[in-house]
DNA sequence: ATCAAATATGCAACTAAGTTGCAAATGTTA
DNA sequence: TAACATTTGCAACTTAGTTGCATATTTGAT
């Protein structure tokens, strides 16, 4: 399984034509580890490795500019990143926040029907849904 | 209209319990003629009268606290408030960043259907839908 | 009108997310 | 291995939002 991440990732760098280097590896695995979305501080300190804050941002930036990560939504001032890999490109999962604890996840499995593609004069070519209400754990 | 205006932000306070401050009233004037989430900072530059920032950020507070007021969605690091009038309490109508010119707009008249209150343990309480694409100004 | 209690305000100082410039390190290709 | 492109770390900076505290304003009771 290991192996196949290695390999994964590996092979979504050369697609993306992008260096294959140590943190772009260490960052990615974060991210598909963490399964949500997650801030620059979380991925920092999910690490073993020290990371420089820059450098982060940086291998974030190029992993969304690639498509690889995109920024989920903007919870108390700092972004949540995840993988794109179970969005499409006009519709992201549902995203839910839990009012008690704070928790974010993703409701991949939760289906929500696309805005129309055009409403009086706009151009609608991304949806993002946010809710909010109690996670399992709270809702006892 | 204005003397409506004020009437109406008059009793919006009296029935929230608020002080009717002059600051209070100012910034719900400069909310209303917004009609769109506005933030701190464009608050602060539409207003003739100059306004500490903690004093803003400190009156939107007792204004959401109150329901009169909520935060859209954060754009940019910074929070953009607007009234809470044409929103529900599990809906708030979708809200529409355009791409090309970064404007954010209110669509209240697209209507979107609520996820269902449960979904595998989740209690879901709160819709939120962000929309992205191309403003009518930006789609010719 | 006057006063006391509750609330709102302004200021200075602070916290923390995200950015920028630049020199040094690392990855790629030949 | 050499040349070149990209990435990294560091220091310094910008800015949204917060906190503590002393002063000012609003309100309701007298
Ligand atoms: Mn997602
Ligand atoms: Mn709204
Ligand atoms: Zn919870
Ligand atoms: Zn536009």
Redesign the interface.
């Known amino acids: 399984m290991n192996e196949n991440l290695d390999t994964h990732i590996y092979k979504m760098l050369t697609e993306a034509g992008l260096y294959h280097t140590e943190n772009r590896v260490l960052i990615l695995k974060i991210l598909f580890n963490a399964r949500k979305p997650i801030s620059q501080e979380a991925i920092s300190s999910k690490s073993v490795k020290h990371f420089d804050k820059v450098t982060i941002y940086r291998t974030l930036e190029s992993l969304i500019k690639a498509g690889i990560v995109h920024k989920a ?2 919870n108390k ?1 700092a972004s949540h990143y995840e993988l794109a890999h179970r969005c499409t490109t006009k519709q992201c999962h ?1 995203h ?1 926040t839990c ?1 008690k604890c704070g928790s974010t ?1 993703c ?1 991949v ?2 289906s ?2 696309m ?1 129309a593609a055009n ?18 754990a709270c ?1 006892q």
Chains 1, 2 share one sequence.
Do not use: N, W, Y
């Open positions: 939504f903007i001032r549902p839910f009012t996840h409701l499995d939760l929500m029907p805005a409403h009086k004069g706009f151009t609608i070519t991304h949806q993002q849904v946010h809710l909010e209400g109690l996670c399992p809702s």
